[in-house]
């Protein structure tokens, strides 16, 4: 079995630019979500994707966009950089239910900083 | 408020003693569950153990249980027979029922720096 995986591992980018981060769910998973992690803080909920479609959102502005993909990989990407999204980018990948069992499985986590 | 509150930045604990790293929620909802994580220096989070709010029983998984206490909005993890290994950061997040059936957000706590020594 095939665990969560995630590309680039490093990214640096400067403030102004966009960037896309990648994410393979797990095998046998359907639902992938993503949370930024800024140094010291727990994860913070980005969004959720399911069947291709954005399956709820975080408090995040709308220039974190995302997309999934027919084999339920997925990306996250954020326009206009600012030097607050340096963060830790974590997917976790799931198989969606309908009550609050489903365990997210996370991937190692792409690290973004922006100068 | 705070949905998920972990009061202890860090903790020490000597080889193969055990430890309880403390973990309080806030929810109205009835049906929720609670998750601890664990994160090493590499970044990822590790999936430890899961307790449903109806569980009767206090979830374990190998040397991980889960002290739950429903009354007082608590799920502690406890580590017995701490390794070396153990070090690393530990997460409490929990899933509420208001986003079953749609998104299943987490929402973590801020941590708790776990050092265990010789």
């Known amino acids: 079995e095939t665990g969560v995986t995630q590309s680039p591992t490093h990214l640096i980018k400067t403030r102004g630019q966009q960037v896309t981060l990648r994410c393979s769910s797990q095998?046998?998973?359907?639902?992938v979500s993503w949370y930024q992690q800024a140094l010291g803080q727990g994860p913070q909920f980005i969004f959720q994707?399911?069947?291709?479609?954005?399956?709820g959102r975080g408090n995040f502005p709308p220039r974190f966009s995302g997309l999934q993909f027919p084999n339920y990989s997925s990306e996250l990407n954020v326009n206009a950089l600012e030097l607050d999204d340096s963060a830790l980018y974590l997917c976790?990948?799931?198989?969606?239910?309908?009550?609050?069992?489903?365990?997210?499985?996370f991937g190692p986590g792409t690290r973004l900083t922006v100068l | 408020a705070q949905k998920i509150t972990q009061t202890q930045p860090g903790m020490f604990v000597q080889e193969k003693e055990a430890v309880t790293l403390d973990c309080t929620y806030d929810t109205s909802d009835q049906s929720y569950g609670l998750f601890w994580y664990k994160q090493p220096s590499s970044g990822e989070m590790i999936f430890l153990i899961y307790?449903?709010?109806?569980?009767?029983q206090n979830a374990t998984e190998g040397r991980y249980s889960l002290n739950f206490q429903k009354a007082r909005k608590s799920a502690n993890l406890v580590i017995s027979a701490s390794q070396l290994g153990d070090s690393a950061m530990y997460f409490c997040a929990m899933r509420e029922e208001e986003h079953t059936g749609t998104a299943s957000k987490l929402t973590f706590g801020t941590g708790t720096r776990l050092q265990v020594t010789l």
């Open positions: 994707y399911y069947r291709e479609e954005e399956n």
């Open positions: 976790a990948s799931s198989h969606f239910t309908t009550g609050p069992t489903d365990t997210q499985y």
């Open positions: 307790q449903g709010s109806y569980d009767e």
């Open positions: 095998s046998g998973h359907n639902t």
